[in-house]
């Protein structure tokens, strides 16, 4: 089964605090691709990164980065040095190959950053 | 405009009423998708559309009847809709449906009331 696991539901940190948010999934497949997107409050998806199943390395861009290991099947995504404009939604994604690029997204995790 | 719009951003509609929500993507994509986020609930999705066809009928009840007139444009008709089919409803597109690795790209949406 494809499913996606956010246990988080919500995190508050304060203003330059670093924080880590937690993906967790499941999947029937060998080849596949994760996503993180960002959901402020205006309610917009914005896409943040796409990760592919072959390539283990992690990824920074700038107070960004993900860590990929297939052993856990997660994909977390750590934010250094918090900001405020940083508070939003985060969801986790994988899609499925095998139906119409659809995607499964987590339940999310809201991040408070307190000024 | 850039991106993928959508109009209205808010609508407050009566179960009685007919309204309709437009999506557009300026991203010289194929594939558009309908997804319904509730609150407290992961984003479901509800059609997808490939080169005009519909792909993709996530069981979803025949009040909400979705229009794709060409790629670039993608309708949602509303009618007797229920309060519980209170939402956002967000767009999304992507360049085709290929091997589930297609990165999709999110609307503003359009937060939906229904009386």
Same mark, same amino acid.
């Given at each position: 089964?494809?499913?996606?696991?956010?246990?988080?539901?919500?995190?508050?940190?304060?203003? =330059?605090?670093?924080?880590?948010?937690?993906?967790v %999934?499941?999947?029937?497949?060998?080849?596949? %691709?994760?996503?993180? %997107? =960002?959901?402020?409050?205006?309610?917009?998806?914005?896409?943040?990164?796409?990760r592919n199943?072959f390539?283990?390395?992690?990824?920074?861009?700038?107070? %960004?980065?993900?860590?990929?290991?297939?052993s856990?099947?997660?994909?977390?995504?750590?934010?250094?040095?918090?900001?405020?404009?940083?508070?939003?939604?985060y969801f986790?994604?994988?899609?499925?190959?095998?139906?119409?690029?659809?995607?499964y997204?987590?339940?999310?995790?809201?991040?408070?950053?307190?000024? | 405009?850039?991106?993928v719009?959508?109009?209205?951003?808010?609508?407050?509609?009566?179960?009685?009423n007919k309204?309709?929500?437009?999506?557009e993507?300026?991203?010289?994509?194929n !594939?558009?998708?309908?997804?319904?986020?509730?609150?407290k609930?992961?984003?479901?999705?509800?059609?997808?559309?490939?080169?005009?066809?519909?792909?993709?009928?996530?069981?979803?009840?025949?009040?909400?009847?979705?229009?794709c007139p060409?790629s670039?444009?993608?309708f949602?008709h509303?009618?007797?809709?229920?309060?519980?089919?209170? !939402?956002?409803?967000?767009?999304?597109?992507?360049?085709?449906?290929?091997g589930?690795?297609?990165?999709q790209?999110?609307?503003?949406?359009?937060r939906l009331?229904?009386?």
């Amino acid at each position: 089964a494809q499913k996606v696991t956010q246990a988080q539901t919500e995190i508050s940190v304060v203003e =330059k605090e670093d924080v880590t948010l937690d993906c967790v %999934y499941e999947t029937r497949d060998t080849t596949y %691709y994760l996503f993180w %997107y =960002k959901q402020p409050p205006s309610g917009e998806l914005v896409f943040l990164i796409r990760r592919n199943s072959f390539d283990e390395q992690n990824e920074i861009s700038g107070r %960004y980065s993900w860590n990929f290991q297939k052993s856990t099947s997660s994909f977390n995504f750590t934010i250094t040095a918090s900001q405020v404009v940083d508070s939003a939604v985060y969801f986790c994604a994988l899609s499925d190959l095998y139906n119409f690029n659809k995607f499964y997204f987590g339940s999310g995790t809201k991040l408070n950053v307190k000024p | 405009e850039t991106g993928v719009t959508q109009t209205p951003r808010h609508l407050v509609m009566g179960m009685t009423n007919k309204k309709s929500l437009k999506c557009e993507q300026h991203l010289g994509h194929n !594939a558009m998708y309908w997804y319904k986020q509730s609150a407290k609930k992961p984003l479901e999705l509800m059609f997808v559309y490939n080169f005009k066809e519909q792909t993709e009928n996530n069981s979803v009840p025949s009040r909400f009847s979705p229009e794709c007139p060409n790629s670039s444009h993608l309708f949602l008709h509303l009618h007797t809709l229920q309060p519980e089919d209170s !939402a956002l409803y967000l767009c999304a597109s992507s360049q085709d449906l290929a091997g589930g690795q297609e990165t999709q790209y999110f609307g503003p949406g359009t937060r939906l009331l229904v009386l």
